[in-house]
């Protein structure tokens, strides 16, 4: 997937999240990759957010812009690197 399209995605996400939302997305960010993988899995299965999981499995694919993606939550948070 486009970089870009990506990124215009996940601001659309973070402008509709709340903050313990964009919590939870950082936590799952921040997961090791076997942990990570597993959490978008059972999120993609339970069918809760499909939107989100659709958006996390596609940041798998971009590693060096998932990880830009959670330093851009962590400001907005308002957490030191």
């Known amino acids: 997937m486009d970089t870009e399209i990506l990124d ?3 601001h659309v996400v973070l402008a509709f999240f709340s903050p313990w939302g964009r919590q939870e997305l ?11 993988t597993q959490q978008v899995g059972l999120l ?14 596609d940041l798998e694919g971009h590693p ?14 308002g957490q030191v690197g």
């Open 8 to 10: 215009q995605r996940v």
């Open 26 to 36: 950082l936590r799952i960010l921040e997961l090791p990759d076997y942990e990570r």
């Open 44 to 57: 993609y299965q339970s069918g809760a957010n499909p939107g989100l999981a659709d958006l996390l499995m």
């Open 64 to 77: 060096r812009f998932r990880k830009r993606v959670a330093e851009e939550l962590k400001a907005i948070l």
